[in-house]
Each structure stands twice: as structure tokens, then as C-alpha cells.
């Protein structure tokens, strides 16, 4: 089944404890993403990839890191995760640029 | 920049209601537009799509239909069903606007009662 997967589902951490949330995709694709989701504000891109060991600056970057070093896995690394960080995080994959991405089911992360 | 601006929700219907959720945008070329749907708990997953003006997407009884000349892509169902309780999200993708990515509206809650 073609599928992009996220872990953890949920997370609750402490300020400033660095953490990861990994994501992998077994479609073979080119392109991921990171993104965020806060009400009223919609999704939101965090950084994105283009293939391995390309990656770049989406809208709201500030606080995370990225790292494409296989083509099917893009993991998310907070350093020193802050509270406005708490969020609803998705990562996505596609075949080509702008077009359809595929979601993972997202890790509700909070930073106390 | 681009921007998806759709209507507040929440939006609550009776089931076999006809269900609309306006989506207009503004962006820098010539985008594609996607509808997405968010059950509870769940991700996102892609509803239906449209790349060039008068394209109508459709699935699951949904359609869309892009309007250049308007800078619309309203979301219609003619009989909606408790199942269809979720969060509908507009988006767009534009190759003039950079980044490779999809720009979203804030979304749409929908409630179906019996």
C-alpha cells in the first residue's frame, strides 16, 4: 500500500529537549515536505525537499532542521523545541513538483 | 504572495443537503487547485484537483470547477451524508509563487446530522 509514515503519532516534551519526528514514503518519490497545522491558520510549509541532500527554507523554518540523506526518508529535528512549537505536523510526499501531495497521518506534538 | 481564502465553518447540514464551500484565491501565475478532505484523527487526503481554467475535478459525488475569471474553485456535493463529516481544505500549488509547495485556506469543518 502506498503510504507516507510518521512517528510518533503524539508527543509531549519539555522545553528545550531536542527531539526527532521521522517520516518515510515507500512511493519512490522526488519531493516531501514538513508542514504544520494551527487553527485558523491552515497548513503551513516548514521546509521541503527536492531530492536527496536537497532541501530549502519553506514559509515558517525558524526553530527546525531537515535532513534528506535516502530518498524515502525526511526526518524533522526540533533542537530545543519551544512551546509556541506545539502543533499538528504533517509530512507529504510527491511525484513531481507542484502538483498532489500524498500525507502522513500527522504527530500532535506539545512542548510544555 | 499566494493566499486561499475559504468560508468560516463550522457549516452543519442535514444529511441528502446540498452542500457548498466557497474557496477563491490569488496567486502569482497559473496555479492548480486541489480540494482535501481531513477525517477526525486522520491525515490529509486529496479529494479532487484541477490544473487548467473550466477544469471540473469530481470524485466521491464532489465537484469543483476551476474559474479563471473569478479566481474561484467552489466545493459542491447535492446530497451530502453523515460520512462526509470532516475538514475541507482548499489549496493551490504555483510554480510562480516558488517553494514546491501547496498553499492552504484555513479550512472548512462540516457536520452532518441526521
Known amino acids: 500500500e502506498a503510504q507516507v509514515t510518521q512517528n510518533p503519532r503524539y508527543l509531549i516534551t519539555v522545553t528545550g529537549k531536542k527531539l526527532t519526528v521521522t517520516c518515510s514514503q515507500n512511493m519512490n518519490h522526488e519531493y516531501m515536505s514538513w508542514y504544520r497545522q494551527d487553527p485558523g491558520l491552515g497548513l503551513r510549509q516548514i521546509y521541503y525537499?527536492?531530492?536527496?541532500?536537497?532541501?530549502d527554507k519553506g514559509d515558517v523554518p525558524e526553530g527546525y532542521k531537515v535532513s534528506r540523506k535516502e530518498k524515502r526518508n525526511f526526518p524533522l529535528i526540533l533542537e530545543s523545541p519551544s512551546p509556541n512549537q506545539t502543533s499538528l505536523y504533517f509530512c507529504a510526499s510527491s511525484a513531481r513538483e507542484y502538483t498532489e501531495a500524498f500525507f502522513g497521518q500527522g504527530t500532535r506534538l506539545t512542548v510544555v | 504572495g499566494d493566499s486561499v481564502t475559504q468560508m468560516e465553518g463550522p457549516v452543519t447540514l442535514s444529511e441528502e443537503a446540498f452542500l457548498t464551500i466557497n474557496c477563491t484565491y490569488t496567486a502569482t501565475g497559473y496555479p492548480s487547485l486541489f480540494w482535501y478532505v481531513q477525517y477526525p484523527g486522520e491525515g490529509l487526503q486529496l479529494l479532487l484537483k484541477a490544473t487548467k481554467a473550466d477544469d471540473k475535478g469530481s470524485n466521491k459525488g464532489f465537484e469543483a470547477t476551476y474559474r479563471k475569471e473569478t479566481t474561484s474553485f467552489h466545493l459542491e456535493k447535492g446530497s451530502v451524508q453523515v460520512s462526509d463529516s470532516a475538514v475541507y481544505f482548499c489549496?493551490?500549488?504555483?510554480?510562480?509563487?516558488?517553494?514546491?509547495?501547496?498553499?492552504f485556506g484555513t479550512g472548512t469543518q462540516l457536520k452532518v446530522e441526521l
Open positions: 489549496a493551490l500549488s504555483d510554480r510562480a509563487g516558488g517553494g514546491n509547495k501547496l498553499t
Open positions: 525537499s527536492m531530492n536527496v541532500e536537497v532541501t
